[in-house]
């Protein structure tokens, strides 16, 4: 069967404020049929993209074809051609499950017995056929998210769009969305373009991987080839202080066969929910202005709503891409060699002979993870200054969105 | 590119207005308690030290501007949580739709008026079960004719709030909207005395205010005179205000809104 190119992006490119490029003239075509995963970090420009390729956002500059229409000159058409599930959960909890697919198909000019049939047909497809009537306020996350996903296909799209579609949820229902993403995808041929900051989610569901960070394309190619590109082994080093890994870095960095260093935050719960603390705290405007806001006259923002940045926040600390802006705070380093089983004991004795505490050593073949690291790792990172500043490029994206 | 209004979408905004606000039962009935605690203090309490007022009692004085009160502060929150309603909820979706942002907007502007305008309806029988009209064939009418009123003042103002909410990028800035804005415009609107004893610099003030037309229909509407000061034609005066105003309003918040990106 001929590949059909269902997507044509072009030297898509956006500027907020004459000043922060949260897209920075990507290009590139997706096949009908296709799974395309964006993984990269916070900010790295995947929602800007998809917010432009839906027609919600215009392109400063470039364009693209989605179903062969053109997102500047047919945005209608485009609309009708894909759907969208957002980030943030935008179902209106004051309604049931039910009423919220029935507006969906109306707006989008549906007849109301299509709209009856479909809904049903959605329905079963995300089983969530029982609890239809119910208010969604009474649904878990991971039934709002299935509703979410139902809703985005009722109209028949040809393309889905997924920002981040199991952020925030628990292991087990993340799994479930998986599978039901995999599923859509070879029954119905429906294209499925997903934004995540989950390697081990691109690694699933993902036929190609397109890695962005600060607006860029830095890798596009299926997780196997991803992979193969890091050979040899990652010999992982853990520190008790964040001074040790200071004192031993110039040292490694000497050394040829060691191919690659990464350094990476420590992994500890404890270190991790710490950080976020420290970010809650540190985001008055995130937090306390949004939970204070007006008076919730027309949105639910009292229940168990946490503010997306938070959320980010706490998904990072626990698995995902590791935070590597806290480069000074890093207590574990990477490196990338050939037969790392042998050079371990050269690595312990470099360690002890120069008086560096080490707390543990392990072995692992590259992963999705490593992968990242090395695309966007300490490399890019550490010219782009620091923490600070890469938050303060991050607020002014989201405060040109709003 | 200019996208042709949907009927449909306007509907369906509408529709889901009205059942949000339908099963929002217990914030209905803390939005009239509210205004009912007003009328009863002032109405009763202040009206009982005050005695007869001008022909009237000072409760039915009062209950038009309370009425204009609660359709205030309704309508302008709705409209500014037409913002919240894009960023973080339903109204985001809807934006991805191949519908026009006018007809989602129009569609908004619509339930909200619509919705406010319920809880004025119902603070108009609370008023008449406390006595503050006087059940007559011309009373009816005039009540049938405020309802009218009562959803042009809340479209007026739900622009209004669709106009702030679509400017503003500060959560903070809803504590200055509700203490320059809100207050003022309810404090001005003529509600707790005749303008015409009012200091000149006041009068001026009050007149600058959209609300106080709002008012001053609802007062011919419903008690058959308004203030001496804009004349036996005082009426037509105040509904060209009116008129007027809320075209602006929702012109300007359609405009903002429409322009505004994710």
Known sequence: MKKIKIIEVNGLTKIFDNEVRAVDGISFTVEEGEILGFLGPNGAGKTTTLNMLSTLLKPTSGTAIVNGYDILKDPDAVRRSIGFVFQDPTLDTELTGRENLDFHGRVYGLKQDVIKERIKEMLEVVQLTDRADALVKTYSGGMKRRLEIARGLLHHPKVLFLDEPTLGLDPQTRRAIWEHIERLNQEKNITIILTTHYTEEADYLCHRIQIIDFGKIVALDTAENLKARLQGDIVGLTFKEPAEVLKIRPLLEKIEWIRRIDAVAGENNHAAMGRMMQMMSGMPEGLGGMVSGPPSSSNDFGSARIPRQVKENMALGMTGVRDQQNLHEATRLHLLVDNGGHRIPEIVNLASSSGVVLESVDLHKPTLDDVFLTFTGRSIRDERGSFAETMRQRRIIREARG | ?262
């Open chain 2, 1 to 262: 590119m200019v996208q042709p209004l949907s009927g449909q979408a306007i509907y369906v905004i509408l529709l889901r207005e009205l059942k949000r606000f339908w099963r929002a039962k217990a914030r209905i009935i803390a939005s009239v308690a509210q205004s009912f605690f007003f009328l009863a203090l002032f109405g009763l309490g202040l009206g009982g030290f005050i005695g007869g007022f001008r022909g009237t009692t000072y409760l039915s004085y009062l209950s038009p501007g309370i009425i204009g009160m609660s359709l205030l502060f309704g309508s302008v929150f709705s409209g500014v949580s037409v913002v919240f309603d894009r960023q973080f909820g339903f109204l985001k979706e809807m934006l991805v739709a191949p519908v026009s942002r006018t007809s989602i907007i129009l569609g908004k502007i619509l339930g909200g008026a619509a919705t406010a305008s319920i809880q004025g309806i119902l603070l108009l029988v609370v008023a008449g079960l406390m006595g503050a009209f006087t059940p007559t064939i011309t009373f009816v009418i005039g009540a049938i004719a405020s309802l009218g009123v009562m959803l042009l003042i809340t479209a007026g103002f739900v622009g209004l709030g669709v106009a702030i909410g679509s400017s503003l990028t500060d959560f903070h800035a809803f504590q200055l909207l509700s203490t320059f804005i809100m207050w003022p415009t309810f404090m001005l609107s003529g509600v707790f005395f005749p303008i015409d004893v009012a200091p000149q610099m006041l009068q001026v003030a009050i007149m600058m205010d959209p609300l106080f037309y709002g008012v001053e229909l609802l007062r011919w509407c419903l008690l058959g005179a308004g203030t001496p000061l804009l004349g036996p034609f005082g009426w037509l005066i105040a509904l060209g205000v009116l008129g007027g105003f809320t075209a602006a309003m929702v012109g300007i918040g359609t405009f903002l809104f429409s322009r505004a990106q994710v």
